[in-house]
């Protein structure tokens, strides 16, 4: 069966779309003067990375996606870890890509690491229908790439990686500078409801699970910024090869650090960690001794 793009009612779901895009525009601006841009859009990776698998009834913790991409992963949890993993590699892939390439270009080569999209019969299906969507919004557009992925796709181990194609889509409209993590925002909308029998009700949940992202992430931007601008007073006058710089990019790339992972990514001693971690005064968030915690946020 035809995906139906023509059963969708767009004046019923003007409000909703006119409010992602007000939101849009708030994270956009944001972003544009903001000089934690670049941290938070490495940070966003591994917050949806986590979420998806979350999304898809599983659960990674944040922290042990951020061990495992400093290879200090606990073989106990490996297995599904790497499914999180795969979604920050493809996610770090497309980032990394000419955005003078095409978005559905820049999707599928970043996939192809792990899986062959086109040797897939729905693909072609679910790109036309994409592609016949063009006249309407990019909002209402981003809803529909999502919800023809779920109805064409034949492999419900693949759901998650449409909402990476959506991500790919947004992306490209140039409405924010990064991969919106979108998964942060469908953590809180049921999958009940973006996956219920009737095409509008899906599609009004998927625009709700959009602006939850959008707001989830105009929220945590705010607060990673004032942080970073608080804890740059504290490196400035450094000696140019002071450790202490290095780790504020790292606490602010990474949701959460450890020890361990600062000693691996910065090639200093697990004392020579603590005392780096105090001086910037990071905030601990859980756990005692090895297993302490901290972050920036």
């Known amino acids: ?57 599983d659960e990674v913790p944040v922290v042990d996606l951020v061990h495992y991409d400093s290879h200090l992963d606990n073989a106990d949890v490996r297995s599904i870890v790497e499914r999180s993993h795969i979604v920050l590699r493809i996610r770090r892939a497309m980032a990394m890509a ?56 034949c492999e419900q181990s693949l759901s998650w990686l449409g909402r990476q194609s959506a991500a790919a889509f947004f992306r490209s409209t140039n409405a924010v500078p990064h991969y919106l993590a979108l998964n942060a925002g469908f953590k809180l909308v049921s999958r009940q409801r973006y996956l219920c029998s009737d095409q509008t009700s899906r599609i009004v949940a998927l625009l709700h699970a959009i602006e939850r992202s959008v707001r989830y992430e105009i929220k945590e931007h705010t607060k990673l910024a004032a942080a970073l601008i608080a804890c740059q007073r504290m490196v400035v006058g450094r000696r140019s090869n002071s450790k202490l710089p290095r780790l504020l990019k790292l606490a602010s790339e990474r949701p959460i650090i450890s020890v361990p992972i600062v000693v691996k990514e910065l090639g200093i001693s697990s004392v020579s960690a603590r005392d780096f971690i105090r001086a910037l005064q990071l905030r601990e968030t859980t756990g005692r001794g090895r297993d302490c915690l901290w972050s920036l946020v």
């Not at 966003?44 to 009834?57: C, E, K, L, W």
């Not at 390439?101 to 970043?110: I, K, N, P, Q, T």
């Not at 999209?117 to 072609?124: D, E, M």
């Open 98 to 153: 000419s955005i003078e390439v095409g978005w559905l270009d820049v999707f599928v080569s970043a996939a192809n690491g792990d899986f062959d999209l086109n040797a897939t019969p729905w693909f072609a299906h679910w790109a036309e229908t994409v592609e016949a969507s063009s006249p309407l919004s990019p909002i209402l557009r981003t809803a529909i790439v999502i919800d023809a992925w779920n109805y064409y796709c």
């Open 1 to 57: 069966m035809i995906y139906r793009l023509s059963d969708i009612p767009q004046d019923a779901l003007l409000l909703i779309i006119d409010r992602v895009e007000k939101a849009v525009t708030v994270l956009r601006e944001a972003l544009e003067s903001s000089p934690a841009a670049s941290a938070f859009a490495e940070r966003m990776n591994f917050v949806d990375a986590s979420a998806s698998t979350f999304v898809d009834a």
